[in-house]
């Protein structure tokens, strides 16, 4: 690649000169056409001349070459203010001439240069084989030359006007102010020059006579300053005189009157209208009658009938608080109070509300303020539902002594029933009889430690055995915890107001005992914020079996591997109803052998561990 030097720019025009006479003859030549430039009308543009040679030094003559110019603020390395590109030709000797101003403008304003305001420099790009990629040969300040372009600009080229005093950089309004003349009351123009401008305005009011003097308008005064509606505003000069009766004064009109402040007086208008005398207004069913012409259809507001004492509405929905109501009745309301209140004034109890159908009356709501509130049925003419003032509630009853008190019969279509300690009764009681390794005393059920131990052949307590056992209590309200890899975490109490997430799994728990997270899952609570809790205590030993967590939402059915056996240790039939050969399991189960499969459903998780 060629690279390329002696490249300068005519402000320092000197670098140009070699041992070749043609370069000086051509420097001289510039010289000359730049002074005699200088005396007359500063150019738009700045010339440029250098000669391009390789960097062993021989010229590049005959070659097309391109250049960017920048001309840089305050330094060498300064802001660029103007950047321009060229492309140009040398000649035999390598010489080529351009002008600075004249190129394709990549960036700013030739013209808008402020020459005077700091130093400015000149860098110079060039690529030897006419396209784009410019190479830098240097930057150098521009001396002279360019500031005749500043000069164009400066105060010794301005020459001061009427009125104007130009004093080195400052420039002076040096004329008085002019009295302007205003005639007229209309459309207004202006004529004559400064100093002497008159403005004169035409009349362009219709009326009745052919006076352009005498419309009425209104005459205002702020501060100094006298304005007249239609008009022009005058400044008053202050007042200097101690007499207190002939200051300026405010004209106003009521009606035909004009009156005049301070006890000014009064005058009355003529009225020449005929078209603004008072009128007689008349109605005549839904419109409206101006005496003397003109009429208004009023909005439709027959909606209610009356009949003696009685109102009714036929025409369609009735809304209290809605525009749109979509019932015969239709109440919304935003505030606090009662949005519908019915109160009876006097000793009669009964009848409230009513329901009927074609007139006869199906049933409907008493209150009694011994009693409560009843739905009274009209067929068995019972009460059939009763909520009484302790808060008890009846059914089939006119009086509950509990809570709830049904007279009849309950039927659970689905779920079953759920009593206080959470157990579920989904089919009538019967005998239980313990099996093998199970202990039943009384209504209690436990496990036979002896046979468990026996034919289990570990201890069902420390399923990873007793050794390396670290107890830990783990807080994870602000931040996760991760168990460390070849450890299993035993979680004896879960004590949390959030649920708990295991890895990416929500498992919904809350407040749970007797599950093992396996080696490096990282355990956190759904949202960790103020009021969010979420304890942890166990303990860590060597891992030996391998921790089951099945999200009924992911995974709707689950084998236990051959040779496997999977202990269950929790799952919330709440959250996650667990199915075995289509039968639901109410609570933890216990074991499953190889094979076994078992379905999930709900949203939330059975926890477990293969051994």
């Known amino acids: 690649m060629n690279l390329f030097k002696n490249i300068s720019p005519i402000p320092n025009f000197l670098n140009l000169v070699n041992t070749n006479i043609m370069h000086k003859i051509s420097a001289i030549i510039l010289l000359s056409f730049l002074t005699l430039n200088s005396f007359s009308q500063a150019p738009k543009s700045i010339n440029y001349q250098a000669v391009a040679r390789d960097n062993a030094g021989k010229v590049l003559a005959n070659k097309t070459v391109s250049l960017r110019l920048s001309i840089l603020d305050s330094t060498a390395t300064g802001t660029a203010v103007y950047i321009e590109t060229h492309s140009a ?28 305001g700091s130093n400015k420099f000149l860098k110079t790009e060039m690529d030897a084989t006419g396209g784009t990629s410019y190479s830098v040969l240097g930057t150098s300040q521009f001396l002279s030359v360019p500031y005749a372009l500043y000069a164009e600009k400066s105060g010794s080229s301005l020459r001061p006007g009427n009125g104007i005093n130009i004093s080195g950089d400052s420039i002076h309004n040096i004329a008085q102010d002019k009295v302007v003349t205003v005639t007229g009351g209309g459309a207004t123009t ?19 006579d052919s006076s352009a003097t005498n419309e009425l308008q209104n005459l205002s005064i702020t501060g100094r300053q006298l304005s007249i509606s239609s008009g022009n505003s005058v400044y008053v000069p202050a007042d200097a005189d101690s007499s207190v009766t002939n200051e300026l004064q405010t004209i106003t009109r009521t009606n035909g009157t004009i009156t005049l402040s301070n006890g000014g007086g009064s005058i009355a208008l003529p009225d020449s209208s005929a078209t603004n005398e008072l009128q007689i207004l008349t109605r005549k069913g839904d419109t409206l009658f101006l005496s003397n012409g003109g009429k208004v259809l009023m909005p439709d507001s027959n909606y209610w009938n009356k009949n003696g004492s009685n109102i009714s509405y036929t025409k369609g929905n009735v809304g209290v608080g809605t525009n749109t109501p979509n019932a015969r009745l239709h109440i919304e309301d935003s505030a606090n109070a009662e949005a519908l209140k019915i109160n009876r004034i006097g000793s009669t109890n009964t009848g409230m509300v009513g329901f009927y159908n074609n007139n006869k009356r199906m049933g409907g709501f008493d209150a009694n303020p011994g009693i409560g509130l009843t739905y009274y049925d009209e067929a068995s003419k019972k009460n059939i539902m009763t909520l009484d003032t302790s808060g008890n509630v009846g059914i089939g009853t006119s009086k509950a002594d509990a809570k709830l008190e049904v007279t009849g019969m309950i039927h659970s279509s689905k779920l079953g029933y759920k009593f206080p300690d959470s157990s579920v009764q989904v089919s009538a009681a019967h005998t239980y009889h313990a099996g093998k390794g199970i202990l039943l005393k009384n209504d209690t059920f436990s496990l036979d430690t002896n046979y ?7 201890n069902p307590e420390y399923p990873d055995g007793t ?29 949390g107001s959030d649920s708990l997430v295991i890895d990416s799994i929500n498992t919904g728990a809350r407040g749970i005992d007797n599950f093992i997270v396996g080696s490096g899952k990282k355990l956190s609570i759904f949202k960790i914020a103020n009021g969010h809790s979420g304890l942890i205590q166990g303990y860590l030993s060597d891992a030996h079996v391998i ?32 199915y075995l050969g289509g039968n639901a399991l109410f609570s933890s189960m216990g074991i499953f052998t190889q094979g076994n499969t078992i379905k999930l459903t709900g949203d939330g998780c059975m926890f477990g561990f293969l051994k």
Do not use: R
């Open 547 to 578: 921790p089951v967590i099945l999200k009924a939402s992911t995974n709707t059915t689950y084998t236990v591997p051959v040779g496997k056996k999977l202990y269950e240790t929790y799952h919330n039939p709440s959250f996650c109803t667990v």
């Open 190 to 208: 202006v004529s004559g020059t400064y100093p002497n401008f008159t403005i004169t305005s035409t009349d362009t009011k219709g009326d009745a």
């Open 89 to 116: 030709t040398t000649n035999a000797f390598g010489l080529f001439t351009l002008g600075i101003g004249n190129g394709s403008v990549v960036s700013g304003t030739f013209s808008n240069i402020n020459w005077g």
């Open 467 to 495: 050794s390396s056992i670290v107890t830990v209590a783990i807080d994870i309200s602000n931040s996760s915890y991760t168990v460390p890899l070849g450890k299993n975490l035993h979680v004896i109490k879960y004590l």
């Open 452 to 458: 468990v131990l026996q034919n289990l052949a570990f």
